[in-house]
């Protein structure tokens, strides 16, 4: 008598119906890690450049507002500040007596980012003109005076899709270019007055908070 060994054979019914459940397990899989896959690789939104402005100058040397543009690493920008309310910079130009009249700067800067869009760490430099006019009403005479400021920066910038916010540190020199003292109206000592040299090394910080364009 002979051994026989027995296979089952699966109907063709049996084996689509595998078939189907294998390729649905398949494609439920595709869905459900797509949408991950999708996250991970989005790219940053492009862009051209940005606005924005520095509510951090009220504390130190005036709140700033200006534009940079460039390419998806390096940019330069131009800003204006209003040096007048900040109050680091009232603490080491004001002495008792003083108060500023309109003070401003104008500057321009480069930067170069090491994410893609203008986005993370950032290293730059740049520099900025800065006049300021410096009241005392009991003496009646002003001091107006002009500085050049060169600085580096290193600071970071965190996006939110079309609006960012970004800190940096800085350090630069403001050097005096000009100073001149001038009666003010009903006051004749100017002449004994002599402007101070207040070219010195400075430290500031900044918080931009602008939009992409």
């Not at 940005?50 to 998806?72: H, I, K, N, Y």
């Not at 680091?88 to 500057?107: E, H, I, M, T």
């Not at 480069?110 to 740049?126: C, D, I, K, N, V």
């Amino acid at each position: 008598m002979t051994n026989r060994t027995y296979c089952p054979r699966l109907s063709f019914t049996t084996l689509c119906s595998i078939l189907t459940v294998l390729v649905s397990a398949s494609h439920a899989r595709a869905d459900e890690e797509a949408p991950v896959a999708a996250t991970e690789s989005r790219p940053a939104p492009e862009s051209h450049g940005s606005a924005f402005v520095d509510p951090l100058g009220f504390l130190m040397f005036g709140p700033r507002v200006g534009v940079e543009a460039g390419t998806p690493h390096i940019t330069g920008g131009v800003y204006g500040r209003w040096f007048s309310p900040g109050l680091l910079g009232r603490s080491l130009f004001l002495n008792d007596g003083d108060s500023f009249a309109f003070s401003y700067g104008v500057g321009a800067r480069g930067r170069y980012y090491l994410g893609e869009g203008q986005r993370g760490f950032h290293l730059g430099a740049g520099a900025e003109y800065l006049r300021t006019r410096v009241e005392n009403s009991a003496a009646l005479v002003a001091t107006v005076s002009g500085y050049v400021v060169p600085y580096a920066e290193v600071g970071y910038r965190l996006a939110f899709d079309r609006f960012y916010a970004g800190a940096s540190a800085v350090l630069g020199y403001a050097a005096k270019l000009s100073s001149t003292v001038q009666n003010l109206p009903g006051g004749s000592n100017a002449g004994s007055y002599e402007a101070t040299n207040e070219s010195s090394v400075y430290g500031s910080a900044a918080l931009e908070l602008g939009v992409y364009f």
